[in-house]
């Protein structure tokens, strides 16, 4: 019904549709017409309602141009397979399923809507339809299971770095792996992994970007803490050509990571925090941590300096930037 719904408006463009129009030449009820109105709004689609006019088809979700992002993608080994979806639970879902039927690593998993989409700690991740980049990639780095949250930092440094890169934004990483801008997130990371023998025998990286949303885009609740690229370049961003930067980045700050080790990460790291040197507050299992954030150690944990001079490691958690 849907479909029959747009193949209307597709034959009238940029003028109303009333709903009585739409009810009587598919033979359903007014109300049924409005339930699928907002079933297709959900999806992506924006219409303009006018009393005693109807409906007028404003725009179409974006989608994904699979051929366009392969061929413009200069990586040898990310992004060489990729697998796109509509609407998923979670490409994190997926991508698990992926690896063990045999996936390979580089793997890419890419979906235009999210109904379950998570981030850090069982949060749930805002991820409308055409909106964004929601993506899960595949690892298989011979690493300790212990290097995890190192692979967690990386991944913020190449997404901070490649999305300066291709919008122009003033962007920093928040502990341990959300972007800001001027406050507000605009991205999360959220890195899954099994191990053997104590080592890595995988890991998916899953990463939300809140792309091309509009303030209006955004529930209530969330329009103080979050942002969009689009909203803060002032231009609409072709995800693509993010994603074809990310993977190139992620590649070339990957193969460093496994040659050099964790050192150049580290320093690439702080020099994109918006975090150290500030006050900040956290939650351990011994209680709250209040103090200054003053660097990573190796392993990737924050170094915090509490008021009495206390050097404190933070191996997880929120932190709030005080």
Known sequence: ????????????????????????????????????????????????????????????PDKWQVTELLQGLRTKVLGQKVHVYGEVDSTQTIAHALVASGAPEGTLVLAEAQTAGRGRMGRAWHSPAGKGIWMSLVLTPRVPVYFLPQLTLLSAVALCRSIQKVCQVDIGIKWPNDLLIKGKKVSGILLESSGEDERLKYVIAGIGISVNLKVEDYPEELRSVATSLAIESGAEIKRETLVQAFLLEFEELYALYLEKGFSPIRLLWEALSVTLKRPIRTHSPSGVIEGIADSLDDSGALTVITGNGEKIKVYSGDIELR
């Open 1 to 60: 019904m849907n479909e029959r719904i747009l193949e209307l408006f597709q034959q009238s463009p940029e003028a109303y549709v009333s709903g009585e129009e739409i009810s009587r030449r598919l033979n359903v009820s007014r109300t049924a017409i409005w339930k699928h109105i907002e079933e297709l709004r959900a999806a992506g689609y924006e219409f303009e309602a006018a009393p005693r006019k109807g409906y007028r088809l404003v725009s179409k």
